[in-house]
């Protein structure tokens, strides 16, 4: 059966360079079929309402699909991709349904993804409603790192193309604020490196356990580390 399902199952690979993509056509083309299979890279989509702009990142295996807009939505909202990887898709349009028709098993694989990505949205909106900027940025690196990250002997290593503003596109915070959360993250301990190279010592406990059940250390430490690097400045 995996033999015959495979050359049936061939379909298009689309490609996008790093920098915003316009993914309509290739939306226009998937026309009443599953949507796009990302087969490689890494996208963020960006929606914009007012002038503030959340976003999520989708990667390898997940299956997306253009926006649904509501008649009667009253709040107006704009949508985008960006490649932050080079991006490989694989065209699922309608022709593909009906080739593979014979074979449900496909289509709750890919029911199954598209679930996926739901589960991931739930948890960044849960994510979003710590009080904290801190607690936020440790989960979401953390929850980043399920996927994306490198165990390694002093903890985990998350390499993503992470900027301080996409950071606070994911947390709903500014990029300012971000850039101080990390700091005072890295005096701590918690989690050292660059935005796009991030290093998370310890495990996701200690993590909560300093930024929750003991905040105050954290905001001691960090007042202490300050005036060291100024005068080392």
């Known amino acids: 059966m995996r033999v015959a399902a495979r050359q049936l199952a061939t379909v298009r690979v689309l490609s996008a360079e790093v920098g915003p993509c316009d993914l309509g056509p290739?939306?226009?083309?998937?026309?009443r079929g599953p949507?796009?299979?990302?087969?490689?890279?890494?996208?963020a989509f960006e929606t914009r309402i007012?002038?503030?702009?959340?976003?999520?990142?989708t990667g390898a295996g997940d299956l997306i699909q253009p926006p649904f807009p509501r008649a009667e939505e009253l709040v107006e909202s704009s949508d985008s991709w960006r490649a932050l990887w080079p991006t490989r898709f694989g065209l699922l349009d309608h022709e593909f349904s009906?080739?593979?028709?014979?074979?449900p098993q496909i289509g709750m694989a890919l029911l199954r993804r598209a679930g996926r990505r739901v589960a991931d949205a739930d948890a960044l909106r849960a994510i979003a409603c710590q009080p904290r900027l801190e607690v936020r940025l440790s989960l979401l690196m953390w929850h980043l790192a399920t996927r994306w990250g490198r165990v390694e002997p002093t903890g985990i290593r998350l390499t993503l193309p992470l900027t301080h503003r996409l950071l606070g596109q994911l947390v709903a915070a500014e990029r300012p604020s971000v850039s101080h959360a990390l700091a005072r993250l890295s005096h701590s301990g918690l989690v050292t490196g660059s935005a796009c190279d991030l290093h998370l010592h310890g495990t996701l406990e200690d993590h909560l356990g300093a930024l929750i059940d003991r905040p105050s250390s954290i905001a001691e430490r960090g007042r202490q580390a300050g005036p060291r690097k100024r005068q080392i400045a």
């Open 50 to 57: 007012g002038d503030r702009t959340a976003c999520e990142l």
């Open 98 to 103: 009906e080739r593979v028709r014979p074979w």
């Open 26 to 31: 290739l939306f226009a083309a998937v026309g």
């Open 35 to 43: 949507g796009l299979l990302i087969l490689g890279g890494l996208i």
